[in-house]
């Protein structure tokens, strides 16, 4: 089963369990560090070097440097959605009601 | 082409999402735009920016570093508006009305659009991909300008337009509460209870001796002393009001009218002093003032060149019995277009200025004096109350500039203007001497340095003044064979300074 955990210090809180058929509000998991750093170095994200890279080109601008400190370390961008299609939800919810 | 450059919505996104996959060169793209002086956004696109970033980037960060994000973000781009002035029927508003909005916005500031968009690339003559966009040669410096007042303005272009629209939409163009509220703002900066803002710098000379006559403080036939070293202005105020001016030999150290050849000139029909705070530094109007109270004179500063220059705590415009102010475009604090102002601490004086300047009219329809049109008009006194809280800044960065010169150069045929390093010199301009003068502008001229010379006619040569071209004033004829200014403003580099005195260095 696949589930979406949020992380909290050294442990995982998994926050939607209505159709996953227990009768819990929420559980912890603990992970196996040796398992978290090789997970870490799977999903650990290709932009955000480069991105570390271009800050230290232009010798630390305030905006790169902000988004390197709040960026997660996973991120990448990838959809399969248009700008427009995006908008278009987004109009929806301010002004579709 | 110019080297301005405005980015389409894809492309802010690109940078805001860090849309790698989508966009591969994003970062490229980044790091070139950093390199440029300005870029720009228009301000027809900031709410679709807006509505697809914080959609799509709350997946990935909460909403107050968003927020925070898409400030720093604006930070990095000049925003330009989005004009009122629409045709309808042009082709690309009718095929898509967003993309005309963004050309029309570039169009106002000469900006190519950079897009991944290649609808809006094949629709529009100003968009360029970014390929097309990093193939560009990096432009390579053109030289140094003596004053790139667009770029000055350019700095102030938020404020400008809001004062624009304001006066526009106010529906009242002529003596209203722009023009009080600068009266006001300007006296306090000088440290004056009362400015009365005129037409231009002369209008604001010639209008205080006129109303010095009108107040029985000078008649026809007076002498004036006024330094003979100074643009021709100074001298007009004076003849245009049938007064005599006295040409005085500049103390050859700092070009200021000289307060021992002041004493040297002075008879019984002396009745005033204009000294002339020329290129930006103070007269001795300690020593001036000192002999105006001995001789019973009256003392009418120019302070054209001289806003917010101080000397012991007093600013000029504040020394004299009243001064003249230029906000002409080029000055340290300049309109957009012509404006003026008179300073003076004289109640009397400042009314009569006044009513001189409006058909010699106290109150409407009723005329005491045969006055002139000459008011400085809504427009521009709110441009000018936009630019204002900035002058000491810009003063600051003009005396860095000079304080780089006076260190750097170090040709032993130039001679450095004579600065103490103190707040007396506002740098309108940074004049040096030097015997090979016109073959010292030639050269720099070749290395792509542009100079002036300030001024290449001394009055007393005019044609304007031909009873006086035979007159000798050895110290002012060779002042005016050799003084050069350099490139001198508040937006220049320290590089583009460097360069300077490389070259001049090397003449």
């Avoid at chain 2, 008879?267 to 930006?280: E, N």
């Amino acid at each position: 089963m696949k589930v979406k955990v949020i992380r909290q210090g050294s442990s995982y809180v998994i926050p939607i369990l209505e159709n996953a058929d227990l009768e819990l509000d929420s559980f912890y998991v603990e992970i196996d560090p040796s398992l978290e750093t090789m997970l870490l170095r799977a999903g650990r994200s290709d932009t955000l070097v480069k991105l570390r890279k271009l800050n230290d080109a232009l010798g630390g601008d305030d905006y790169l440097s902000f988004k390197l400190k709040h960026l997660p370390e996973n991120y990448n961008y990838t959809t399969s959605r248009s700008d427009d299609d995006i908008l278009a939800d987004a109009l929806m919810e301010k002004y579709g009601k | 082409m110019e080297n301005k450059f405005l980015i389409d919505v894809n492309i802010a996104l690109d940078i805001l999402l860090d849309r790698l996959d989508a966009s591969p060169r994003t970062y490229e793209l980044f790091q070139r735009l950093k390199s440029l002086p300005a870029v720009y956004l228009s301000t027809s696109q900031l709410h679709t920016i807006a509505f697809i970033f914080f959609k799509e980037g709350k997946k990935s960060r909460p909403l107050y570093i968003l927020q925070k994000e898409w400030q720093l973000f604006l930070k990095l781009f000049t925003l330009i508006k989005t004009p009122a002035y629409l045709d309808t029927n042009d082709p690309l508003f009718q095929r898509d009305t967003e993309d005309y909005l963004i050309e029309a916005s570039a169009k106002v500031v000469g900006a190519k659009i950079i897009t991944r968009d290649t609808a809006f690339l094949r629709a529009s003559g100003h968009a360029v991909s970014i390929d097309d966009f990093l193939s560009l040669p990096v432009q390579e410096a053109k030289g140094v300008a003596f004053l790139d007042l667009k770029a000055i303005n350019q700095a102030h272009t938020p404020g400008l337009e809001r004062a624009f629209d304001e006066v526009l939409h106010s529906g009242w163009y002529i003596q209203g509460q722009q023009v009080k509220a600068f009266e006001s703002e300007f006296a306090a900066y000088c440290g004056t209870p009362f400015c009365i803002g005129v037409a231009n710098g002369l209008d604001a000379l010639t209008l205080t001796l006129r109303a010095w006559k009108e107040m029985g403080r000078l008649k026809e036939g007076d002498k004036i002393l006024v330094p003979a070293n100074t643009y021709i202005a100074s001298v007009l105020a004076i003849t245009e009001n049938r007064l005599i001016p006295v040409l005085v030999e500049p103390d050859p150290a700092t070009f200021n009218i000289s307060p021992s050849e002041i004493l040297k000139s002075l008879d019984s029909k002396t009745k005033a002093i204009l000294p002339v705070h020329l290129y930006g530094q103070m007269a001795d109007m300690s020593a001036i003032m000192d002999i105006a109270k001995k001789h019973d004179l009256l003392v009418l500063e120019d302070a054209a060149q001289a806003h917010g220059a101080v000397i012991g705590g007093k600013k000029a415009g504040s020394w004299g019995h009243a001064a003249g102010f230029s906000f002409y475009p080029g000055k340290n604090l300049g309109a957009l277009g012509d404006a003026g102002a008179v300073t003076t601490l004289d109640e009397e004086l400042a009314l009569t200025i006044r009513a001189l300047g409006n058909y010699g009219s106290h109150k409407k329809y009723e005329n005491l004096y045969q006055g002139v049109n000459s008011r400085l008009d809504e427009m521009q006194a709110a441009l000018l109350r936009v630019k204002l809280p900035y002058l000491d800044r810009d003063i600051e960065k003009r005396q860095a500039v000079a304080r780089q010169y006076m260190e750097g150069i170090s040709h032993p045929e130039i001679l450095l203007p004579a600065w103490k390093g103190d707040a007396s010199h506002v740098f309108h301009l940074f004049v040096l001497r030097c015997r090979k003068r016109d073959a010292l502008q030639a050269y720099l001229a070749e290395k792509g340095i542009q100079t002036l010379i300030h001024y290449p006619v001394p009055p007393h040569k005019q044609k304007a003044y031909a009873a006086w071209n035979g007159m000798e004033l050895s110290l002012t004829e060779q002042i005016h064979r050799e003084v050069l200014s350099l490139p001198m403003g508040p937006d220049i580099s320290p590089v583009m300074v460097e360069n300077v005195i490389y070259s001049l260095n090397h003449f």
